[in-house]
């Protein structure tokens, strides 16, 4: 499967990395912007095509175009590959705004390829095992979740990208995002979510803290919160059942660590205390590849993508919605956003 690559920063080079060692995948070309990706992409993998456009990778004969790019080119450069005929893997998030996310749908369907958004973390074995923990009905039907990220601020990225409202989008967008997904799918069997109510510490797009409050129309409940003014790279995940509970946590000196630390604790029905379930290991990079491998897997008609397309308009939506209930400082109704 011929592998086409738009993107060769930080992130970018972990996804040629995977798909230069994968089984029946080739790295055939990579896009670069600037000069000094250009020479570092030339010199890592000078087997590959090196091009310095994006119609010029789409123009080559690819099955797949993967775009690792700043976020307000997602959509645009996903919808010009599905013209071209190819699959695509997209770096969350869908697109900045809803109106994005649609046009991606649109095109999916029209050109009858497949789009695969690297929510990675649904392929982790520490978050997915807390879904088929729920999903197993382990702890019976989930009534609240509490989910939280501390951290350093975030890596200002190529040109500064990330500190720049018109290519980042919000900061909702960038790794809340991740966990707004989870916290949906963990409640899959509650629908989905009618209101949120959000604080942030400013009224920007991209503010250092940000707390929502998620309501279900059968009562349950979710709070997420993201700090970006803390230290090192925190999660932790505490879920309240009618029958039980769990509480799930990620701890490194920085989110792309060799050896976190990690556990998962779970209080099933009729137990009278919780008990560690083992984990072989949870971090963002064994969790890409086994994603991309998913992803291509799923092209090749073997299984389907990780989530599912509407899944991930659904978390750029609540996103988006999080962040106008920060800034207006009262509820939101949810019925319009979501689908």
């Not at 592998?3 to 920063?9: D, E, H, I, K, P």
């Not at 989110?255 to 604790?265: G, Q, T, V």
């Not at 750029?316 to 956003?337: C, F, M, N, T």
């Amino acid at each position: 499967m011929r592998v086409g690559l738009a993107g060769f920063g930080a992130w970018g080079r972990m996804h040629a990395r995977v798909y230069a060692q994968l089984p029946g995948t080739e790295l055939a070309a990579i896009f670069c912007h600037g000069d000094a990706t250009a020479q570092a992409a030339a010199s890592a993998y000078p087997e590959a095509a090196l091009v310095r456009s994006f119609e010029d990778l789409v123009a080559l004969p690819l099955d797949v175009v993967a775009i690792a790019v700043p976020n307000h080119l997602h959509a645009r450069y996903a919808v010009a590959a599905l013209r071209a005929g190819n699959h695509v893997i997209l770096e969350k998030p869908l697109g900045v705004t809803l109106a994005e996310c649609d046009v991606v749908l649109a095109a999916a369907q029209e050109s009858g390829r497949k789009v695969a958004v690297n929510h990675e973390l649904r392929i982790s074995q520490q978050w997915r095992q807390v879904r088929e923990v729920i999903a197993g009905g382990e702890i019976g039907r989930v009534t609240h979740q509490h989910l939280s990220l501390f951290r350093r601020p975030f890596r200002p990225g190529s040109g500064g990208w990330r500190q720049d409202e018109a290519r980042v989008g919000s900061y909702s967008l960038e790794e809340l995002v991740h966990f707004v997904d989870l916290v949906m799918w963990y409640a899959r069997e509650n629908g989905l979510p009618d209101h949120v109510t959000a604080r942030a510490s400013d009224g920007s797009a991209m503010p250092q803290t940000l707390s929502a409050l998620l309501d279900w129309p059968d009562g349950s409940s979710a709070l997420v919160t993201q700090c970006l003014a803390g230290f090192q790279h925190h999660s932790l995940l505490e879920i309240a059942g009618s029958a039980g509970a769990l509480r799930t946590s990620w701890s490194a000196a920085f989110d792309r660590a060799e050896h976190p630390s990690f556990s998962l604790w779970v209080q099933a029905a009729g137990e009278s205390d919780a008990s560690e379930r083992p984990i072989a290991f949870s971090g963002e990079l064994v969790e890409l590849e086994q994603n991309l491998a998913c992803a291509l897997a799923s092209f090749a008609g073997e299984g389907a993508p990780s989530l599912s397309l509407i899944e991930a308009r659904n978390a750029v939506a609540l996103s988006l919605a999080i962040q106008e209930a920060g800034r207006k400082g009262h509820p939101v109704s949810l019925v319009d956003w979501t689908t």
